[in-house]
Every structure is written in C-alpha cells, then in structure tokens.
C-alpha cells in the first residue's frame, strides 16, 4: 500500500544553524567562488549548486521535493500559483499548431486559459466528455499533444478514470496531465499512469488560505526541461514562489495527512446527512454518485472521499438566500477557493465557473442552484450541521 504521507515524514532537513526547519533563503543570487563554477552551472544543474533565485532556491528545491515524495514522482517544481502550473505545463508541451483535449467540467480559470489565451498562441483546446473513453479516442487526432483533466472535477466532483486516460495517452505517445487540487493523499494520478500532475497548493496543501502557489510533480526529465536557462516555461516566464511562502507551505505540508482524514470524515457526514434530509449531493463517498465505484478503486487508504461537495438546491435564489444565512449561522465563510480549516461556500454558476457559458453549463448539469461547500476541520460536525439546518429553516428549504 502506498503512503503518501511517508516521504514527508522521513524528511530531514536541519536550518543553517541546526534549526528544525529549512532556512528561509533571503537572497535573489548566489556568489560563485570561481567564474569557471559560473559558466559550469549555466551549462548545467549542479546538486547543491545555485545560481538565481528565479531558476532554483535552496528552500524551493525542499518543498519541492516533499511534493515529489506526495505524488511519488522523480521530481517537483513549485510556482507562484495553481495557474502558472497549468499555463507553464501546458506552454512546455505544446506550441502552435498543437491541440489538447481537455475535461468539459474544469475549473473555470483553467476554462478561460485554456479557451480564451491559448488560442492566442495557436493552440486549440477541446472541451470533450473525457468520463467515456470512447469519445477520448475518438477525438484524439495527430495534431494531440496532451489529455487534461482534474482527478475530481470542480466543481461536479465527477471522478476521472486516470488508468483507462493514461492507457489511451501511452497508446498515442502524448501526456495526461492531471490536476489533483481536490485530492492530495486521497488520490495519486502519477502512480495510476498519469505522466504529470499539478495543484494549486493554495488550497488543501498549504491548508490556511493565506497565500497562492502551485506545483508541477513529474519526471526529472520534464522538470529540467521546465527549468532550462534557454528554454524552460518555469525559467523564462518567471512564475516563482516567493521562499518565505515556500517556508511556510512546507510546514504546513507536514500536517496535510491529518487535515486530509477530517476534511473527509467531515464531508462524509454532511453528505450523508444532508442527502437524508432530501437533498441533490454530489459527493464521491456516496453509493449515490455515479463514480463512487471508480473512486474507491483509485483512492489510497486512510484519507476518505475529500471534503468538497456540491450541493444542488434548485435555484440561484434559493442558493443565495440559504449561503447568506449559512454565512450568519456561522456555518462558515461565503467566499470561493477551498481547502481551507473553515468552512467555504459558494455558487459555482456566479464565481468560479462564471466563466463557462451558460449553454455549456446546462450540457454538464451544471445548475446555478448549485453551492460547493469545501468543509472545514470542524472538531464537532453534528454542531455544524445543526447550524446548517437552523439556515435551512430559515429560508424555508427544510
Ligand atoms: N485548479 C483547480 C481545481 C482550482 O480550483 C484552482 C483555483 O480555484 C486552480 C487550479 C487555480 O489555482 P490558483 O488560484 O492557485 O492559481
């Protein structure tokens, strides 16, 4: 059984005087004590070695390589948000000319890179049905470099059959890249055959919704490519984590196991109780959800089902009436992105995939009486859901 807690338990990594944790690194640059060791490193990477903070830094290289050890991966980088992960990993692969086919439920950020500015740059996106692997292959052509997808989608939490994607990907010699915000731990894309995965660590990893960042895990092979002086989309569109973050999102890393299993424990419970009462969830831990199967199947031990869920309560008045009184029950904050040790709530249709078309919406079942609750770390979840139901009955929806 793999442990994706395990390579970050067996980090050791003592600060410059012997600290607990990894010194932050304060410098842009790096001093050579010879010119020739300069020219050296411009030629190559050199372990121990740096040059500009831009290309590596001491601290950088330590959280990326605790996300290696996560993802179970050669190798790591870190960037300064989810989405110069994607953008830098989709621009590494692709040029003009080139296409990607790519999930129809997708964050709808990562909708509009991929609509509105690749399309810039002469790289066509295709929105596809990539839960039914006969359309995958039969939209797959010469001019597909990558298959795209979210391991659980946002935010219909549909679940992606990453072996049967990776298969169609190996069969055709072009990436599956795959985007695990929703399920660090829970679920490992590059051990079922995923060749890349990146996240936005601003979520469950970092864990305190005080900072963006994001990563890319993969082979060492893509990651120096994504790092090269002369060409690599990490180096030359210079989307670096600042180290200070890097410090504290690699702390923050050493609990993701634990708030992992109550994050899940958690959406487990409010998903079981709120569909009792009546209600549309989706949920992956339900037998009610169409990949509940699957996802058992691909999940490792321990972490759960996640602790997003979605919530279909019929209309867009409705959602905003019960997320206002959820807001003044203190069920938690209405506000958007996850993660986060509070609860978050909000409606999908008006902020995070506004951007998608309302036709395209309807297509994927995508109602706006739909609310994601990404559920806290509450220690008493029966008292949240007794809030949540004193909402309930205050805009009469119970
Ligand atoms: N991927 C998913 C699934 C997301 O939900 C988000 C943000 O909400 C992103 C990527 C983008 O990440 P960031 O906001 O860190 O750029």
């Known amino acids: 059984m793999f442990d994706p807690s395990k390579a970050i338990q067996d980090m050791q990594e003592f600060g410059e005087f012997g600290g607990v944790n990894p010194s932050i690194t304060d410098s842009s640059t790096y001093t050579f004590m010879t010119p020739e060791r300069m020219k050296e490193l411009f030629d190559h990477e050199i372990e121990g070695c740096f040059l500009y903070s831009r290309h590596w830094n001491p601290i950088n290289k330590n959280l990326a390589q605790a996300l290696a050890g996560l ?27 080139d296409e990607v086919l790519c999930s129809r439920t997708i964050y709808g950020g990562t909708y509009a890179l991929f609509k509105n500015f690749l399309s810039r740059m002469g790289i066509t996106v295709r929105f596809i049905n990539v839960y039914d692997p006969e359309v995958v292959k039969q939209s797959i052509t ?27 990907a190996n069969q055709h010699e072009i990436k599956l890249v795959i985007d695990n915000t929703f399920s660090p731990m829970i ?63 690699l702390k923050n890393l050493h609990s993701l196991h634990i708030r992992m299993k109550q994050h899940s424990h958690n959406g487990m419970y409010l998903a079981k109780n709120l569909e009792d009462l009546g209600f ?35 209309d867009e ?35 995070t995939s506004s951007e998608i078309p309302v036709e395209e919406r309807a297509q994927m079942g995508l ?32």
């Open 187 to 249: 679920i490992s894309p590059l051990r079922l055959g995923a060749h890349i995965v990146v996240h936005s660590m601003t979520k469950f990893i970092n864990g305190t919704s005080d900072c963006v960042a994001g990563s890319i895990c993969s082979s060492a092979e893509f990651i120096q490519q994504l790092t090269d002086v002369n060409s690599g989309a990490t180096m030359l569109l210079g989307p670096v984590l600042d180290s200070a973050r890097a410090a504290s999102i």
């Open 367 to 398: 109602s706006n009486g739909l609310i994601r609750l990404s559920v806290g770390l509450d220690n008493d979840i029966q008292a949240t859901l007794e809030r949540i139901k004193t909402s309930l009955n205050k805009v009469a929806l119970l």
């Open 142 to 168: 010469e001019r597909t470099k990558v298959i795209y997808s979210e391991s659980i989608s946002n935010p219909l939490l549909e679940v992606a059959d990453i072996p049967t994607l990776a298969e169609i």
């Open 317 to 351: 008045a409705k959602a905003n009436e019960l997320m206002t009184a959820m807001q003044q029950e203190n069920v938690g904050y209405l506000a958007v992105s996850l993660g986060y040790f509070k609860t978050l709530f909000s409606s999908p249709g008006n902020s």
């Open 71 to 97: 993802e179970d991966s050669e190798a790591a980088q870190v960037t300064a948000s989810g989405m110069a992960a994607i953008s830098c990993t989709i621009l590494q692969l692709c040029g003009s000319g």
């Open 280 to 314: 549309k969830i989706f949920y992956p831990g339900l037998s009610s959800h169409p990949q509940h199967e699957l996802m058992a199947q691909l999940m490792n031990e321990d972490f759960g089902f996640g602790g997003i869920l979605a919530w279909d309560v019929g």
